[in-house]
Nanobody, 124 residues
């Protein structure tokens, strides 16, 4: 099993940056791909980004490509989501999730473990 805790959310102006962290506990963190999802008020949760267990493969939603970067440090059992050029439409609760997979899953059903989320608010 793995437990996930997100941090790094907050309030930022349009065009600003934030870095989210997803800290994992558990001995087999390197077996898991990790994804980031977000849920805006009144909307369904959606895929944002994901990274393979090795960190060599990533995938991004079209809406965040070229602005967000996902990386991981397996020694620290932490995955990061660097968010640049933030827009008001990026406002949401952001969740990290872990999947036992050698690929980079983009669908929520593939993910077995979820964090509690961290709130990101981008002011216009």
């Amino acid at each position: 099993q793995v437990q996930l805790v997100e941090s790094g959310g907050g309030l930022v102006q349009t065009g600003g940056s934030l870095r989210l962290s997803c800290a994992a506990s558990g001995r087999t963190f390197t077996e898991y791909a990790v994804g980031w999802f977000r849920q805006a008020p009144g909307k369904e949760r959606e895929f944002v980004a994901a990274i393979s267990w090795s960190g060599r493969s990533t995938d991004y939603a079209d809406s965040v490509k070229d602005r967000f970067t996902c990386s991981r440090d397996n020694a620290k059992k932490t995955v990061y989501l660097q968010m640049n050029s933030l827009k008001p439409e990026d406002t949401a609760d952001y969740y990290c999730a872990a999947a036992v997979s050698s690929l980079v899953p983009v669908t929520q059903i593939k993910y077995n473990y979820w964090g509690q989320g961290t709130q990101v608010t981008v002011s216009s």
